[in-house]
């Protein structure tokens, strides 16, 4: 008998032990489906559950690295419902042919052999092909040109710079390598990168262009892992004329940034365009090796703004044609955009979404939106930046004052509907208006439940949606605090 074989006939059961991790496996499955749990957690084992902490092993470091790195707070979370509370989850690298506790049978994992048949690297270049490509890499957002881009003193500059970039005839000497876009979510960064993707392919067919994600870099670069062929997924970069590359922000791991690293390197070098977008510049890429955020910074680093009042007008009133599409009948208010614009000082996507929520009331509704009724509707999309302003001393007393109660029978436990309508009034103001909690709400209204504001709460926002009285009321009386 052979020492392997031996050992497994030696191999204690630990069925308990099997049984918790198959359902946690499970569970993993069932959160991250098939393709990301066989490439994260396939070939991983449950060693031990002992003193509150469990551990696991994986075969490679790297494996070992990215689910520290990506999942071990998910993997903690699911293992405690087996287990009870874990003060910790390790996880080890293990040996091959070492013993698994949790299965009680040898752990093999053997190299796949070296793949030397040209029928199979031209079959897992063209899957690692498909990888890449299959988000983005052909797939445009048609509305994303820069016809469709709205130009103002916030991304003057940047669009400036990839009209350059998407206008640079092959062969000619690039004026911007790399370009590197930066700013806040919703402000225009992808829409930039979509716009130099669709111009270059129109203008200049010959040319190949790949854009996508830094999230589809990576597992295209684990997918050639798996397949034990990462020349076939460097050779995706070689014929790469414009490569753009979006969140940057997002791309993890030594060996995935050592081989993006390679692939800028390469294309740079031999003078082919490269675009990268990330929600901070180059210097606060904290998870990106020194050298690349050098070469990074090499280039020209652009950032974007947020929109000025004059620029916000402009998107509100495209996204407002686009979404009529010629029907007028559920036209907007020039005031009720206006208010929009003021209100709302984000960017686009943020001005799309008010615009909707508008919109979407007014249809609802069947009837046109007030401005204080918009007012209100836009209340919870305008931010909490001036939440801490608001007092709620400031709403007891425009509360009272509007219904000509007094501030001790608001605080009272007084029943009265005169009263009692009033002060639900006032929570509900104090919730919308304010970083006040629900139970220092209750506190503040004469000692009272935070279930109590609760249902103030939900019942004055449950009549506002069928009394059009009641909600201009409201309205009224958010604007008349608003201005204090």
Known sequence: MTNLAQTLVNIPKHGPLKDQWQRISQRLKAELGDDLYNSWFG?????????????????TRFLRSWIENHYLTKLHKIAESEFGPLSSVQVRVRIQGEVSRANGQAVVDQPRPAVAMPERNSAVAAQIQTFLTAERGNNYDENQTFGSFIVGSSNQLAHAAAMRVANAVSGAALTFNPLFIHS???????????????????????????????????????HAIRQRDTLAFKDQFQSVDVLLIDDFQFLQGKAIQQEFCHAFNSLVD??????????VPPAQLDTIDQRMRSRLMGGLVIDIETPDL??????????????????????????????????????????????NRIMAYQQFNKSPITLDLASMVLRDAAGTADLGRIKIDDILKIVGRHYNVGRTDLLSPRRARAVVMPRQIGMYLAKKLTARSLPEIGRRFGGRDHSTVLHAVRKIDEQIKGDEKLAREVAMLIRLVEQQ
């Open 184 to 222: 806040a979510a919703g402000l225009g960064k992808t829409h930039l990168l979509n716009a130099v993707a669709q111009h270059v392919r129109m203008t200049q067919p010959g040319r190949k262009v790949l854009m996508l994600t830094a999230e589809r870099f990576m597992y295209g670069f684990i």
């Open 310 to 355: 004059d620029q916000r007008r402009k998107i509100l009133d495209m996204r407002h044609n686009a979404m009529l599409n010629g029907d007028l009948s559920g036209a907007i208010a020039p005031e009720i955009l206006e208010l929009i614009a003021n209100r709302i000082t984000g960017g686009g996507r943020e001005l799309e979404g008010a615009l």
């Open 270 to 279: 031999s003078k082919r365009q490269v675009v990268v977008a990330a929600d």
């Open 43 to 59: 070939r991983m084992d449950a060693e031990d559950c002992a003193a509150g902490m469990l551990t696991v092993s994986v075969p």
